[in-house]
């Protein structure tokens, strides 16, 4: 009869997480903004880290260690050589845009920081404003450049491979961008 007894107090549903999971979802407890139930007390105290945990894309690190390379680099020049830069985009010389290219090597030199931050972070949501940051740039870099060619009818073989880099370098951003905010699914 003991032993019955014994059968009959142990609820199997404790051990049970799907089930311990249910009742504090009914109960209402340890549920947060996003429906997620806590595991523990603990967890829903200090937070669940393995909600913000992010899988990483293949290559996201190089990525972002890449566009923060080229972004600094394509910053310092625009800085410190303002013609020449425009004379490679441009294929002419022109020495009046100086200050307006300097201006642009400092804005992207402010890009390139967030790029570097990007790369040393683990928050999904540090790591989606980079990745949108960038694409942002390669966007407006992009209408603003052929814009610019289109007014003044300069389609070389240089300017077709800057616009071509630009959409391709969108187009890479958006879908890191895509793949990082996707939600995880549930284990």
């Avoid at 107090?9 to 429906?35: F, P, Y």
């Avoid at 806590?38 to 945990?53: F, P, T, V, W």
């Avoid at 080229?70 to 200050?99: D, G, I």
């Avoid at 402010?110 to 972070?121: A, D, E, H, K, V």
Wanted: hydrophobic share 45%.
């Amino acid at each position: 009869m003991a032993g019955k007894s014994h059968q009959l107090m142990k609820k199997h549903s404790q051990t049970d997480l799907v089930s311990r999971l249910k009742t504090r979802k009914v109960l209402g407890v340890g549920e947060d903004d996003d429906g997620e139930v806590h595991r523990s007390k603990i967890s829903q105290m200090l937070g669940n880290e393995i909600k913000y945990a992010l899988r990483e894309p293949v290559g996201l690190r190089l990525w972002i260690l890449l566009s923060a390379v080229v972004f600094t680099a394509v910053a310092l020049m625009a800085l410190v050589f303002p013609s020449q830069l425009y004379e490679v985009v441009f294929e002419e010389e022109n020495t009046a845009t100086s200050m307006s290219i300097r201006l642009y090597g400092g804005a992207l030199l402010s890009l390139s920081l967030i790029m570097w931050n990007g790369l040393y972070t683990t928050e999904k949501v540090i790591m989606q404003w980079t990745l949108l940051s960038e694409a942002c740039y390669f966007a407006i870099q992009f209408i603003v450049t052929t814009i610019t060619l289109a007014e003044l009818n300069l389609f070389s073989n240089s300017a077709i491979l800057l616009l071509v880099s630009r959409l391709l370098f969108l187009t890479v951003s958006l879908l890191y961008y895509y793949h990082v905010g996707r939600r995880n699914r549930k284990m």
